[in-house]
Every structure is written in structure tokens, then in C-alpha cells.
């Protein structure tokens, strides 16, 4: 068992950012990412289609015998992993947006948080932010948007950073210092909101390394470490496989071979 996968899913290409993250703390490891690009995002979803995706991509996984899962999505995260983790028997690794070190981080007391309408919406969340920012200024923004470009491959894009200015401006006029980046497609665009953000001093924050590490500790506790360089990393997208071969070759800065999941 200890040479299986471990399976990483996100509503499309944006959890690459945790898949990165993985590969750098787990180099032995290997990973199965599902990429469910042709219900992206998932911010937008029904409740029960996107209990339908994620049961759909566990059932994947399963068949794959994963030792462990990782849901690399927020917002599959606020609304699914609790049933997930009563439905499936292997460790289930979940994220959350980062309000609590946003909150210990922050100088100007104004914190922005980037995310998708689920996630903001969530209880989850909404419990995150009553038990870690109470004591701040929370400035939250619904991107519609962002996970589109990024699913496209437009980082940078005139669009793209038209879209950014638009979400950012009135949170850089409120002192906001410290971003959260509630969305795993996001990380792809810190380069661009910095630019957008030009001389103001503004951190970014995402929660791909702290759920590799978390994902780390869950392995070590149950003795799953793969001992064996392995490395068989599979892609699987249920979008087409060429266009998403394209958008991932980009965002991982090397040739990818995706399949029909």
C-alpha cells in the first residue's frame, strides 16, 4: 500500500498549486491529479452537483487505491470534506483559506480575502473568521472570473488584469495589506496582483504549502511513506484532454501528458 498514489483534486487546474507543493515535500511520492475542468468552477455549482463531482472523483480514486486524498479546493473543502471523510475510509486531507495567519500577519488590521462565492458563503469559513479575525477588518471579494482565465492559461492577460484591478483597487483604498488567497486557481495570479498592486505593500497568502505538509504529517502518522522513487504521476481532466495538456505543460513549466477521467 505504501507505494500507491496519492489522489489530488480540484474543480480544474488551480490545485496544481498544491500538486507543486507535494512533489516538492514528497519526492518519492505518487500522485494521481483529477482536474474536473468541465464543471469549473465550482464556486458556482449546486450543492448537489457538486456532491455528485466529488463523489464521481473519490469513487476515481478509489478504483486506483489511493492511500491518501487531498482535496486541493476550497470550495469542495467548505462543503464536502466533512462528508467525504464519513463516506470514504482513507485519510482525507482538506484546506481552508489562511485567516488565521492572515489575522497574526496583518499591520493595517484590514485583511482581503479572495475567494469563490461558495467559500464565502460557507460555514466553514464564516467559523474562521468569527474564531481567528475577530479583531479585524475583513474585506472579502467573490473573483467571478479568476478561475476561467486561469483555466485558460491567461495569467496575465489584458483581461485578466483588468479583472484584477477591478477586485483589487477598493481593498488597496481600504489599507488592506495582507491577501488571502482563497481559491487554489489564485496562487497562479499572485505575479499579476502584484503588478496590479505596483508600489503597495501587500502580502500574499495561499495554503498550498501548509496542506503538503499537513499531508506529510497525516503519511508519516499512519506509516504511508513510499520508501521507493516511484514518481508515476498521472494526469486525468474531465474536460479534453488535449486543451487541458496545453494549460497544464503551461502552468508546470513542463511537458504533460493528460487523460479522458
Known sequence: MNNNPIGIFDSGVGGLSVYQAVRKHLPKESCVYFADSAYAPYGKLPREELHKRCQHIADYFIERNVKAMVIACNTATALMADWLRAEYDLPIIALEPAIKPAASLTRSGHIGVFATENTLHSERYQRLVAQYARDTSIHQVACHGFVEQVEKGELDSPKTLALIKQYLQPLLEYKVDTLVLGCTHYPFLASSIKKVAGAASLKLLDTAEPVSLQLTRVLAKHD??????????????????????????????????VQQG
Open 224 to 257: 504511508l511513506f513510499n520508501e521507493i522513487a516511484l514518481q508515476n504521476d498521472q494526469f486525468v481532466t474531465s474536460a479534453s484532454p488535449s486543451e487541458a495538456q496545453t494549460i497544464f505543460t503551461k502552468l508546470l513549466n513542463r511537458p504533460v501528458k
